[in-house]
């Protein structure tokens, strides 16, 4: 028997794929098990990304198209790892297969869509609209198929999907289904959450109007977002003149994320590009501890800096309210540099969230973590990406692909002590 | 650029680390609590620029500032602090240091010392015994007795000259000890202000800042803007009005004593001039015993919210604790003495009133080296806030 090797990767984001697709290339047989009905993770849910600043899609379709064209890769959506035995060269995992409620006939013809009476929220643009209990998670999803939410569409309301598909597409009979599989080796690129801005309780998210998160300024930001890409803040629709930006809201704070979230600072400073394009006479405040722009990165703080529109208060904020008499925000901090407190009234506030890694949450059976909640090596069990540490996506790439040579030797030497 | 040299004074870290600042060095100056204080003014606020003096030892510029006593350690900025570097803590450790500063004595290094307590103790302590041994009272069957066997504390301890005298210098040293730490801060207020330009030209009538600081101490306004020690706004006002009410107490029985010695004012009514014990009826009796129940309630009432916040807040140091204790140990032996003489149970009335003793001469002698020492200076610094319009005048 050809001795192939065989590598699980938990987590179909950009690590996860990047680790398939390199491992897949190499002759290795890859199974991918993502939670979400369709692969591309964080990243599918950007507007832009570094370091280019193109939309994210074009790069996730490489790597689709890479997955499509390679019997080596199975992936699995919907779908999470339940157990996993045994040791490197002979893992035995469970995973378990969420209902779809739609088949391969699926042609993503939106039928089922248009019939269906249920309305859910979307998850996709972290609720900032909603879509219909069956639904294609965005245009270009991967897989394209439509998916029923079995939480929002209760009752006959699955009657409606099937009386409008005229392929066969749709079965409401679908069952959870476990699926058992043999591997030499273990990814785990489960990635993260944006940290819940709720528990930070002075800076208002949830109470106060127009407070949104960096992830949600993507989706905000993007074409495909439920604004067709008109940065309008949330209670009126105003289109947004002014902006602040709340740095380290959740990160480098033992109380919350003990750690620097890396991303943010850029994040924010991109998002101060989005707006600033797009409303010419827009002002956008960021307000810092410390930006923190890794290596080549400086030179695109630099270029925002030089925006005479922009301004960086040194001091983080630390309480934010609602206007009296208008739907604005009020953030305070002390300008450091002035030594006063000052308080700035905008018309939208971006909380510069920071990541939490994945297992803080949801810890894989048989995969070991620190207290933060970040995935740690075991012996054939390799973390990548921002499951271990928080990064940014071109990083991700290259830790996955450090983490293939990893996988690649530990089902190569199988059986010989090492 | 003009060039500026800034000499840290390593003692004073130190100092301030040892004396509850322990977590000082763990801020990374986010000004996180400046944005959460609600008691601070907008122009320089603290307690940001405190840390930084404070991690780099410009003592100077510290403890000659109002600011730090402007704060009244609401612990908001604790509650939120990133770092856990407890602001709240460190400008508490910083004021300790500070009431050492202006305290003239050794004893203001010895109050803040757990390793001295017991030589602070011994000294009322071998006081109170030298009135007591050489009559022979240490055997209790020895005491006086008033009519009908009755317990008379003023024959164990006569208040005059023994009482009287002994506290009444006691209170002496106190003020002049006060008097002289708050002029040497006030000074320093005004050339600190004065190098520092936030001291604008001060105006207006200083009486009238006077009074107006001392109305807005009656009604605690400050400590209501707190969050979460929110509590401590009320226990706190119990202990500073029950203090009032035994501050009056005591000029009361001064003058039934010494108006009935003196001036033979008899016994007028319910107003029992002489020497005591005054009977539970009379009025001064009353207040005095309503005053002792209410600072029990209070600083019993403050034990508590400590505990309970500590983990937001933290817990507070032993120049904290040894106050709330001492605090805790005059009334608990106050009603204790009360409750044993009028059961008339000598076995334990006279060591729990010996005891009583012993603690308020404590409270009295050691004041302006203890927290006690925290209403002189805070009221001086939020005095000279208002005069040099560090904050509005309200």
């Given at each position: 028997m050809p001795d192939v090797n065989r590598i699980l990767v938990i987590g179909g984001g950009f690590s996860?794929?990047?680790?398939?697709?390199?491992?897949?290339?190499?002759?290795?047989?890859?199974?991918?098990?993502?939670?979400?009905?369709?692969?591309?993770?964080?990243?599918?849910?950007?507007?832009?990304?570094?370091?280019?600043?193109?939309?994210?899609?074009?790069?996730?379709?490489?790597?689709?198209?890479?997955?499509?064209?390679?019997?080596?890769?199975?992936?699995?959506?919907?779908?999470?790892?339940?157990?996993?035995?045994?040791?490197?060269?002979?893992?035995?995992?469970?995973?378990?297969?969420?209902?779809?409620?739609?088949?391969?006939?699926?042609?993503?013809?939106?039928?089922?869509?248009?019939?269906?009476?249920?309305?859910?929220?979307?998850?996709?643009?972290?609720?900032m609209n909603t879509s219909k209990a069956a639904y294609l998670p965005f245009n270009q999803a991967f897989p394209q198929k439509y998916v029923i939410d079995a939480n929002y569409c209760k009752g006959d309301c699955g009657k409606a999907c099937l009386d409008a598909c005229k392929y066969n597409a749709i079965d409401l009979d679908m069952k959870p289904e476990a699926i058992n599989i043999k591997v030499d080796s273990i990814v785990a690129a489960t990635g993260w959450n944006p940290y819940d801005a709720k528990k930070m309780d002075n800076l208002g998210f949830g109470n106060v109007k127009n407070v949104i998160t960096n992830m949600m300024m993507e989706r905000l930001s993007a074409p495909n977002g439920p604004t067709g890409g008109k940065i309008i803040r949330p209670s009126d629709g105003k289109p947004v003149q002014s902006i602040a930006f709340v740095q380290c809201a959740g990160s480098r704070d033992e109380k919350h994320l003990p750690f620097c979230s890396y991303i943010c600072c850029l994040a924010s400073l991109k998002q101060t590009t989005y707006i600033r394009e797009q409303n010419p006479d827009s002002k956008a405040y960021i307000f810092y501890i410390d930006i923190r722009t890794p290596g080549r990165y400086e030179k695109f703080f630099w270029k925002v800096k030089e925006d005479q529109n922009v301004s960086l208060i040194k001091g983080k904020v630390a309480k934010i309210t609602q206007d009296v008499d208008s739907d604005d925000v009020i953030v305070e901090a002390e300008d450091m540099l002035t030594g006063n407190k000052i308080r700035t009234k905008v018309d939208m506030v971006v909380l510069a969230t920071g990541m939490e890694p994945a297992g803080a949450s949801n810890k894989v059976k048989g995969v070991k973590y620190n207290d933060d909640g970040f995935a740690l090596a075991g012996p054939g069990i390799f973390p990548t990406g921002c499951s271990k540490n928080p990064m940014d996506v071109a990083r991700s790439g290259q830790d996955a692909t450090g983490a293939v040579i990893k996988a690649i030797a530990a089902g190569n030497f199988k059986g010989q002590g090492r | 650029m003009a060039e500026k040299v800034i000499s840290p004074d390593l003692k004073f870290v130190?100092?301030?680390?040892?004396?509850?600042?322990?977590?000082?060095?763990?801020?990374?100056?986010?000004?996180?609590?400046?944005?959460?204080?609600?008691?601070?003014?907008?122009?320089?606020?603290f307690p940001r620029k405190e840390m930084l003096y404070a991690q780099w030892g410009m003592k100077d510029k510290l403890i000659s500032n109002p600011d730090i006593w402007l704060c009244h350690q609401c612990s908001d900025c604790t509650?939120?602090?990133?770092?856990?570097?407890?602001?709240?803590?460190?400008?508490?450790?910083?004021?300790?240091?500070?009431?050492?500063?202006?305290?003239?004595?050794?004893?203001?290094?010895?109050?803040?010392?757990?390793?001295?307590?017991?030589?602070?103790?011994?000294?009322?302590?071998?006081?109170?015994?030298?009135?007591?041994?050489?009559?022979?009272?240490?055997?209790?069957?020895?005491?006086?007795?008033?009519?009908?066997?009755?317990?008379?504390?003023?024959?164990?301890?006569?208040?005059?000259?023994?009482?009287?005298?002994?506290?009444?210098?006691?209170?002496?040293?106190?003020?002049?000890?006060?008097?002289?730490?708050?002029?040497?801060?006030?000074?320093?207020m005004t050339v600190n202000a004065g190098l520092t330009k936030w001291g604008m030209a001060a105006k207006g009538n200083i009486f009238e800042t006077i009074y107006k600081t001392i109305v807005e101490i009656m009604a605690h306004k400050r400590f209501q803007k707190c969050n979460v020690t929110k509590a401590r706004s009320t226990s706190h006002l119990m202990v500073f009005y029950a203090f009032i009410g035994l501050a009056i107490t005591t000029t009361w029985a001064i003058v039934y004593l010494y108006g009935h010695?003196?001036?033979?004012?008899?016994?007028?009514?319910?107003?029992?001039?002489?020497?005591?014990?005054?009977?539970?009826?009379d009025p001064m009796k009353l207040l005095g015993n309503a005053s002792a129940l209410a600072l029990l309630i209070g600083i019993?009432?403050?034990?508590?919210?400590?505990?309970?916040?500590?983990?937001?807040?933290?817990?507070?140091?032993?120049?904290?604790?040894?106050?709330?204790?001492?605090?805790?140990?005059?009334?608990?032996?106050?009603?204790?003495?009360?409750?044993?003489?009028?059961?008339?149970?000598?076995?334990?009335?006279?060591?729990?009133?010996?005891?009583?003793?012993?603690?308020?001469?404590?409270?009295?002698?050691?004041?302006?080296?203890?927290?006690?020492?925290?209403?002189?200076?805070?009221?001086?610094?939020?005095?000279?806030?208002?005069?040099?319009?560090?904050?509005?005048?309200?």
């Open positions: 996860g794929l990047t680790t398939a697709v390199d491992a897949a290339e190499t002759g290795a047989e890859v199974i991918v098990v993502e939670k979400n009905p369709y692969l591309g993770g964080r990243v599918a849910q950007l507007n832009k990304y570094f370091p280019k600043l193109c939309p994210p899609l074009c790069g996730l379709e490489i790597n689709f198209r890479r997955i499509k064209t390679n019997a080596n890769i199975a992936f699995h959506t919907m779908a999470e790892v339940e157990s996993i035995s045994g040791g490197p060269g002979d893992y035995n995992v469970t995973i378990k297969a969420n209902p779809r409620y739609v088949n391969d006939n699926c042609v993503a013809c939106n039928a089922c869509a248009e019939a269906c009476p249920a309305e859910r929220p979307n998850d996709y643009n972290f609720g | 130190k100092e301030v680390i040892a004396s509850g600042g322990g977590d000082l060095k763990k801020c990374y100056q986010c000004s996180t609590c400046t944005v959460v204080c609600n008691v601070t003014p907008d122009t320089k606020p509650a939120y602090c990133p770092r856990g570097a407890k602001p709240g803590e460190v400008l508490g450790a910083v004021r300790k240091v500070s009431i050492k500063h202006y305290s003239p004595t050794p004893l203001a290094s010895m109050v803040g010392d757990p390793k001295f307590l017991l030589i602070l103790l011994a000294i009322p302590v071998l006081l109170f015994l030298s009135y007591i041994v050489p009559k022979g009272y240490l055997d209790f069957s020895a005491i006086p007795r008033g009519e009908n066997g009755a317990i008379v504390y003023a024959k164990f301890m006569p208040v005059f000259p023994n009482i009287d005298v002994t506290f009444g210098a006691a209170a002496l040293f106190a003020v002049v000890c006060f008097a002289v730490g708050i002029m040497k801060y006030w000074k320093e010695e003196f001036l033979s004012i008899p016994k007028i009514g319910i107003f029992n001039f002489g020497e005591s014990p005054y009977p539970l009826y019993t009432l403050v034990i508590l919210n400590r505990m309970k916040n500590a983990s937001k807040a933290g817990i507070g140091s032993y120049f904290d604790w040894l106050f709330l204790f001492v605090v805790f140990m005059i009334m608990a032996t106050g009603i204790f003495s009360e409750v044993f003489r009028l059961l008339n149970i000598a076995g334990l009335a006279y060591p729990t009133y010996f005891t009583h003793l012993v603690f308020v001469f404590f409270l009295f002698a050691y004041a302006p080296f203890s927290k006690m020492a925290h209403m002189v200076y805070r009221a001086t610094a939020m005095v000279f806030a208002k005069h040099v319009q560090r904050e509005e005048q309200s």
